[in-house]
T-cell receptor
Framework: SQTIHQWPATLVQPVGSPLSLECTVEGTSNPNLYWYRQAAGRGLQLLFYSVGIGQISSEVPQNLSASRPQDRQFILSSKKLLLSDSGFYLC??????????FGPGTRLLVL | DAKTTQPPSMDCAEGRAANLPCNHSTISGNEYVYWYRQIHSQGPQYIIHGLKNNETNEMASLIITEDRKSSTLILPHATLRDTAVYYCIRTSGNTPLVFGKGTRLSVIA
């Protein structure tokens, strides 16, 4: 069966520091991968999605970036965090034209 | 724009059926209706989806009207653990999901 992992589970970072969040999927190949963010008390916002290695689509311009160095690995990065980057970051995967499944999320607090 | 409309909140007594409505009056012929729920501090959990026929699985039933302009998610015997935000989403597949604000379901003992 397929499993999606995210780490770390929680992270506290100072403003201006870099960020790297990792997401990996097991048990499938060539998945679509997604990054969403949920600010406190708000809905889920799509940040990036990828249909293959090296293919990244950005939905919202911001100081975040995403990369897909391997088929089942999706990384969310920032060179300098802002206070507004605080939130709950969720990775999801799907097979082609199939249901999306979400990971456990990373809770980021920028101070 | 989520393109679906849901009531912001609902209450349900424990053990009773919870019926969560969703309006998607502009849905296209190739769009499915998906339901997810998000329990506090967790990632969204897939519940069920359908195109035009009613669907049932171990978690819930999905009733889609004949004109496909609305649907209802039914949790047959709600428990306290079903307290969550429920999202109704329309998608044609292979595209990212667009989440609205959902319905906050509170199951009361």
């Amino acid at each position: 069966s397929q499993t999606i992992h995210q780490w770390p589970a929680t992270l506290v970072q100072p403003v201006g520091s870099p960020l790297s969040l990792e997401c990996t999927v097991e048990g499938t190949s060539n998945p679509n991968l997604y990054w969403y963010r949920q600010a406190a008390g708000r809905g889920l916002q799509l940040l990036f999605y990828s249909v293959g290695i090296g293919q990244i689509s950005s939905e919202v311009p911001q100081n975040l970036s995403a990369s897909r160095p391997q088929d089942r690995q999706f990384i969310l990065s920032s060179k300098k965090l802002l206070l507004s980057d605080s939130g709950f970051y969720l990775c999801a995967w799907s097979a082609q034209q199939e249901t999306q499944y979400f990971g456990p999320g990373t809770r980021l607090l920028v101070l | 724009d989520a393109k679906t409309t849901q009531p912001p909140s609902m209450d349900c007594a424990e053990g009773r059926a919870a019926n969560l409505p969703c309006n998607h009056s502009t849905i296209s012929g190739n769009e499915y209706v998906y339901w997810y729920r998000q329990i506090h501090s967790q990632g969204p959990q897939y519940i069920i989806h359908g195109l035009k026929n009613n669907e049932t699985n171990e978690m819930a039933s999905l009733i889609i009207t004949e004109d496909r302009k609305s649907s209802t998610l039914i949790l047959p015997h709600a428990t306290l653990r079903d307290t969550a935000v429920y999202y109704c989403i329309r998608t044609s597949g292979n595209t990212p999901l667009v989440f609205g604000k959902g319905t906050r379901l509170s199951v009361i003992a």
